[in-house]
């Protein structure tokens, strides 16, 4: 029998986290290891954990995250108590403790204690980044969306914004993909319920929390989030409803107009892989053929099936990030082929 000697645990931290050391080493983890773009300064967060009271009827809940009773990462939500929807803004974990196991204990036990505490969720949603300073996050986001994936949650089909936290930046919007959880595992999400929801994360969150610092200057981020909202109710205004999917990558989600619905993310790719596919199998059985007319070596034509082959997994790769990985190693095999070819017979 094989048994793990690890435990996982949370600590909510209250108003009086700053007097705990173990608060302040959670904020050194997560500032280490979050990127420039998705990180919420941490004298922020200090200001709100000494303020709790000021987010009501909201909740912040702010966590340390323990193994073996040594705090090893932070998480930060957020409970909008009118919609019912949590918001699950970070949950950064030490790399030398990090492992899809950790995030899914974490989450588990998470979600256990929101319950506990008698909040009543219908969605809990979380933001990914699809980008950074004009850079496209794909291995970062599309493992955030597999780990959420795996738990329940699933993507918005629509264009998607996150507000810029800067205000001198407020105007320029951040890429990114909405996953929302329901218990239910519903497959789509009322537009009028969708929009009460986005308005609830730009306005009961975003809002609420720089408030007190873009103090004059919050007018000027309320036009910006109000920008988001208007792209949103217009985008929308003729569909009754917002298509959720398990996508496995944000690359299938192709790039849009402003607003503009993905009314389907995945036909592009079925169309180009069964393209694919049938050309893949024409090719081999012409390779075949060749090989019994013309008498071509083994070594030959396992050459030409390789090749035949990367050319199917390039026109898949095009897509499917996945497939550029296999690409590489067909790549490494037909170098070993010619490399060898003297001891191939």
């Known amino acids: 029998m094989y048994e793990s000697s690890l435990t996982f645990g949370i600590r909510l931290f209250d108003t ?5 050391p173990d608060f302040f080493t959670a904020l050194r983890i997560y500032s280490e290891n979050m990127g420039p773009t998705s990180k919420t300064d941490v004298n922020q967060i200090v200001y709100w954990i000494e303020r709790l009271e000021l987010f009501k009827p909201d909740y912040i809940l702010s966590y340390g995250l323990y193994r073996n009773g040594i705090i090893i990462g932070f998480a930060l939500a957020f409970y909008i108590a009118e919609e019912k929807l949590l918001i699950i803004d970070h949950l950064v974990i030490d790399p030398n403790y990090r492992s899809n196991g950790s995030f899914f204990q974490f989450a588990d036990l998470i979600k256990n204690h929101v319950n506990d505490k008698g909040l009543f969720i219908d969605y809990a949603a979380v933001e990914v980044v699809d980008s950074e300073f004009g850079q496209t996050m794909l291995f970062e986001s599309n493992l955030l969306v597999r780990l959420l994936k795996l738990i329940g949650f699933k993507a918005a089909v629509v264009k998607y914004y996150i507000p810029n936290t800067e205000i001198i930046n407020c105007k320029i919007k ?14 789509f999400i009322r537009t009028e319920y969708y929009l009460k929801v986005v308005s609830a994360i730009l306005f009961k969150l975003y809002h609420k929390w720089y408030k007190p610092f873009f103090m004059e200057r919050i007018k000027e981020y309320d036009d910006a989030l109000n920008d988001i909202l208007s792209i949103y109710k217009t985008s929308l205004a003729r ?107």
């Open 239 to 345: 569909s009754d409803k917002v298509e959720l999917n398990g996508i496995k990558h944000l690359a299938y989600v192709p790039e849009h107009k402003k607003g503009e619905i993905v009314s389907n993310p995945m036909d592009p790719a079925i169309r180009t892989i069964l393209l694919s596919f049938a050309t893949v199998i024409a090719s081999w059985l012409i390779g075949i053929l060749l090989m019994n007319k013309f008498n071509i070596s083994m070594y030959l034509g396992i050459v030409i099936l390789v090749v035949f082959s990367l050319v199917f997994l390039f026109m898949a790769s095009i897509w499917i990030p996945d497939a550029r990985i296999t690409t590489r190693e067909a790549v490494k095999v037909l170098k070993t082929l010619l490399a060898n070819k003297k001891n191939v017979r």
């Open 174 to 187: 951040v890429n990114g993909t909405l996953m929302l959880y329901s218990s239910e595992g519903a497959a």
């Open 16 to 20: 009086s986290a700053t007097k705990n």
